[in-house]
Nanobody
Framework: VQLQASGGGLVQAGASLKLSCAAS????????MAWFRQAPGKEREFVAI????????LYEESVKGRFTISTDNAKNTVYLQMNSLKPDDTAVYFC?????????????????WGQGTLVTVSS
């Protein structure tokens, strides 16, 4: 299975972006898909996760109300709609997939990682 992330770019503060991550390869059956990000000089952090079974979602506190994670199971794709972007949102965004919601806290539980897409928010 390969995860291909896209949609990053350079935007001004307050703008919106929508990231996509499509899974391809052998039958994709992961229960959860998530987004993480890594800012320059910082550790990777969890952003959002969604259950592909019942669309339950969890968000990191700083993105609640601004970011929305969604999934299209028919296309094996997860999206991250990012609104009201701030300079602090600048990071490389990675998508991930795994069997349990625990991937939101433990990176070693992730089965598949995408290659990352850069989001830069200027002030």
């Amino acid at each position: 299975v390969q995860l291909q992330a896209s949609g990053g770019g350079l935007v001004q503060a307050g703008a919106s972006l929508k990231l996509s991550c499509a899974a391809s390869g052998r039958t994709f059956s992961s229960n959860y898909m998530a987004w993480f990000r890594q800012a320059p000089g910082k550790e990777r952090e969890f952003v959002a996760i969604i259950s592909r079974n019942d669309d339950t979602t969890l968000y990191e506190e700083s993105v609640k109300g601004r970011f929305t994670i969604s999934t299209d199971n028919a296309k094996n794709t997860v999206y991250l709609q990012m609104n009201s972007l701030k300079p602090d949102d600048t990071a490389v965004y990675f998508c991930a997939a795994g069997a349990t919601v625990g991937i939101s806290r433990y990176g070693n539980l992730v089965d598949f990682w995408g290659q990352g897409t850069l989001v830069t928010v200027s002030s």
